[in-house]
């Protein structure tokens, strides 16, 4: 297992994070997910700890606090050795306050979490998205204070634009309040667009990227064809989460499945070895629902792209240029150095 610094703190966690959305839940939407039991959550659980996973991701809205409850149990006195992370803001109940990223929610849920989870602290807490009715000094100040009672190490965010995390910057800074350390975000060969904005802001501001979805909702299996013939069972079959260009995205698994034969790897190994190849790329959170998915996603870390492999799958996926991109294409402050306008006009589709 490989190692990387959790956003500007000293904390390192695994580049394979193990995502528990697939834990409990039958009976229910999360059944379609995974919906396991616990005797299936506890065997992937140890066999993610034995090949040097640290990192495990979950949230309170996973098959509404089961996830957490199960996660909880397979840890068991091995809680010490992992770095842990939940999150807090989808609804909990019918209730007007069960929902949001109010200090009455936040405070409510945490100790719920701490809970289910079996634990006195949380590593990583992480808002679940951006609450448009909540100030964030609210949000922030809630956190802040979980974080000065011991119960929380450090906060995050998820799903949140790069505006919106600025914004929580600065009212961090003026408020003295506790800072997002990490963004949970969804990136992937079917999905760059995190490459825009939020990536240049993650980078500047020594920011943590954790990925979720990184097999596009398994459409990056190589199970998807052109003709179809997928199994009924699989989750995209079910709903189109994340959205994708399914044109784009044949050709993208194309170009995934010629680099794998290269390297005699599975089309999912391609995916997930990109992402970790990708500089702004902390980890990969995974979420499998049996042994030999598990093994699968974990043999990505042994998977070392070249550049020609790199520049094949760019080919493939890279995003169609957008304003005030396109401007920035060749632009060169050095001394003698000027704009080069050939990858301005190439960008926009004509020729130099």
């Not at 809205?61 to 091995?78: C, D, H, M, P, Q």
């Not at 929610?105 to 808002?127: F, G, K, P, V």
């Not at 990056?220 to 994708?244: E, I, S």
Request: charged share 25%.
């Amino acid at each position: 297992m490989e190692f990387s610094q959790l956003g500007n703190t000293g904390v390192f966690v695994s580049r394979i994070c193990l995502g528990a959305m697939t834990f409990g839940g039958a009976g229910t939407f999360f059944e379609t997910i995974g919906g396991l039991r616990q005797h299936d959550v506890s065997t992937l659980v140890d066999t993610s700890l034995e090949e040097g996973v640290n990192f495990i991701d979950t949230a309170n809205v996973y098959a509404a606090g089961e996830s957490e409850s199960l996660l909880g149990k397979a840890l068991g006195t091995r809680r010490k050795d992992v770095v842990l992370a939940t999150k807090v803001f989808g609804r909990m109940g019918p209730g007007a306050n069960q929902v949001g990223l109010s200090r009455l929610h936040i405070m409510r849920e945490a100790e719920a979490s701490l809970d289910r989870l079996n634990t006195d602290y949380i590593d990583l807490y992480q808002i679940h998205g951006f609450d448009k009715l909540t100030p964030l000094e609210e949000t922030l100040g809630a956190l802040t204070d979980l974080v000065r009672q011991g119960k929380v190490r450090y906060i995050g965010c998820s799903n949140l634009a790069a505006w919106q995390i600025m914004k929580a910057f600065g009212i961090s800074a003026l408020g003295h309040l506790e800072k997002f350390i990490t963004l949970q975000a969804y990136y992937s060969l079917a999905g760059r667009e995190l490459e825009r904005e939020i990536a240049p802001m993650l980078t500047d501001q020594k920011m943590g990227l954790l990925v979720w979805s990184p097999l596009a909702g398994g459409f990056l299996t190589g199970k998807f064809k052109r003709n179809g013939g997928v199994d009924d069972q699989a989750r995209r079959a079910k709903f189109n989460f994340p959205p994708v260009d399914l044109e784009k995205g044949y050709n993208i698994v194309d170009a995934m499945a010629t680099v794998g034969k290269r390297h005699k790897a599975t089309v999912p190994q391609i995916a997930l070895a990109w992402l970790l190849h990708q500089p702004v790329v902390t980890s990969v959170i995974i979420g499998a629902k049996n042994m030999a998915q598990l093994k699968d996603n974990l043999g990505s870390i042994d998977v070392k792209l070249d550049e020609t492999d790199m520049k094949e799958l760019d080919a493939a996926s890279r995003l169609t240029p957008e304003y005030p991109g396109w401007m920035m294409l060749g632009d060169d402050r050095r001394p003698g150095q000027q704009r080069d306008w050939s990858k301005f006009l190439n960008s926009a589709g004509a020729k130099a």
